[in-house]
């Protein structure tokens, strides 16, 4: 039994898929111009902006009648309500698991919100445990929050993987840590040269199996 640590935005789910229709959601209630999708999209910054900023950004742009609180609750949920698994996902987290493998959710974020994607779009069946950054006080690629992933199952960080798409923070965590990785590359070429992920996959079903495999 090994543990696959597996990271939520843009790996588990398309985060900035479903956040897009979140955004477009808004513009039409609005009655904003819906080609603004991109403009909000980018100071999103898939997100990793501050939604303080974000609302402050989306104010000044367009002004009149905008409230900032309503903005940054919608920020907060705009990409829970529209969170989605792909059934390649599904089906390779179901085949790893009954292998006997344990996997857990490494996120950073807020509890409420990141919990609340996990459970709209199903992932809490699929999976033996969340761990979320606001909730054990350790953002990655700090090393609590994975020793908090292992002791969620009792398991060793062993033989561990670390699958994510963030060099800085998932694919960092892992290699701090000994741990091995795969890299979800999302069509970017890898920059960091002073470490790197132990394999790249185009797609997370492709990353656990690869996982997996050299579990057995």
Not at 56 to 82: N, P, Q, T, V, W
Not at 179 to 199: E, F, M, Q
Request: avoid cysteine.
């Amino acid at each position: 039994m090994t543990l696959l640590m597996i990271d939520l935005d843009n790996t588990l789910i398309d985060r900035d898929a479903a956040f897009r229709l979140g955004v477009t959601e808004f513009l039409a209630a609005h009655e904003l111009p819906a080609e603004d999708v991109d403009w909000v999209m980018s100071v999103d910054a898939s997100g990793h902006a501050t939604r303080s900023v974000v609302a402050d950004a989306i104010i000044a742009r367009y002004a009149a009648g905008l409230d900032k609180a309503g903005i940054i609750d919608f920020l907060r949920r705009g990409a829970r309500e529209h969170a989605r698994v792909a059934e390649a996902t599904i089906v390779a987290l179901q085949e790893v698991r009954e292998a006997g493998h344990q996997v857990v959710i490494v996120t950073n974020g807020a509890v409420p919100q990141q919990t609340g994607k996990i459970t709209a779009s199903g992932l809490d069946r699929l999976v033996d445990a969340t761990v979320v950054s606001e909730g054990v006080g350790s953002r990655k690629p700090e090393p609590g929050i994975f020793h908090a992933a292992a002791a969620a199952v009792g398991a060793s960080l062993d033989s561990a993987w670390m699958i994510g798409d963030r060099d800085d923070a998932d694919i960092l965590g892992a290699h701090r840590l000994g741990l091995r990785s795969v890299w979800l590359h999302l069509g970017r070429d890898w920059a960091p040269t002073d470490y790197k992920p132990t394999a790249v996959a185009d797609a997370v079903a492709e990353a656990i199996r690869h996982a997996a495999s050299s579990l057995r």
